[in-house]
């Protein structure tokens, strides 16, 4: 059969024609894809900036479909899944990432320290544990180093979390003297809680090295004067609260009222009164007030007398809680009100004579070292809140 030339000829120029007719409609496809991709992103972060966090989910997941390569997507998707409480799904995000063999190792990193965040706020704490320790030496080590800190704080290992203060302490991330100090405090406590007050030795092995660890921390020495205290040891209770003035003096209100009463039970109320009203003449306080009149009226003080302090107070301070002290001991015109006006006043001072934390404004009737808000360690100042 005869080749006919012709038809070559004329089948040539349409092959061309359909060849770059394809190619066209594929680059129309990309281009589209390529639009829609920042669409949707651009319209998933809007969301999140108004804080629409369902449609920002949505427009992400509509992101990632579209373009499933892009790692960006993946961390915005499971960070906003885990803010959201939805850790199962954003541990799925994360997993997928470190499942990828094109993620370059940074990002490989970044999805461990993110996998690890969510098991950590799961609750799932041996795997968070497992996933920063695998951090180490990376990028992120400082701030896996951080987050184990908090996990080990917050499951009570003192020692391994005393472990990774002295390692982020030699990496130059701050000082954690006092945070070391109040771990050993911490597990005197338990020494105490398990063995009891009798055999304490470890205890106070313990007490003694947080106070040459933080020599200014006031808690070991209160802590080590509270235990000879219980010990029936009120003497040497005192001096270690002696000690603790001159070395923490800003935490005089913490320290004056067991100090008063430690010198009351060692008979050194006239060795202690002097010191307590020296240091109100430099930094007037309620609590250091209390422990002045607690100590003048174990000396055979006149009660009035003992509640003039009071009054003077309220020369130099507005304060409604040594007002409501002074009246507790006053005779008024109307003594037959006095109940009533009386409860009305310590109803009145009661959220006055609490602490606040400064990290995170929580209130407490008590002092605490750690803030059971926020977590913070030293957040709480001595002062209450009426004196702040």
Known sequence: M????????????????????????DMRQLRFENRQAPKAYFKGLNFLLNEQQDQAIDAFIEAVQIDPDTSELHFALGNLFRRRGEYERAVR????????????????????????????????????????????????????LLVLLANYERSRDWEHAAAIARKLEAYGL?????????YLCEQANGCITTNGVEDCSQ??????QAIQIAPEAVRPRMEKAQLQARQGKPDLAYETLAQAVVTAPEAIALIAKPLAEYAIASRQGMRAL????????????????????TLEAASGAPSASARDWYVRHLENEPSLVAATKWIAGEKLEHEQFHPQVQRALDHAVKPLTRYRCAACGFEAKRHFWQCPGCQAWDSYPARRVEEL
Request: cysteine-free.
């Open 203 to 208: 205890a106070l092995s313990l007490l003694k």
């Open 174 to 182: 701050g000082s954690f003297k006092n945070r070391l100090s109040h």
């Open 2 to 25: 005869e080749f006919d030339l012709s038809f070559l000829l004329l089948a040539l120029p349409v092959a061309f024609v359909l060849g770059w007719m394809a190619s066209r409609l």
């Open 274 to 293: 002097p010191l307590l009203k020296a240091v109100y003449q430099d930094t007037p306080s309620l609590d250091v007030l209390d422990a002045i009149v």
């Open 93 to 144: 995000v994360h997993q997928h990432l470190l499942s990828r063999a094109d993620l370059s190792t940074d990002d490989r990193h970044r999805a461990q320290y993110e996998l690890a965040l969510d098991y950590l706020k799961a609750g799932l704490l041996d795997r968070a544990e497992t996933a920063l320790q695998q951090l180490e030496n990376t990028r992120f080590e400082g701030q896996a």
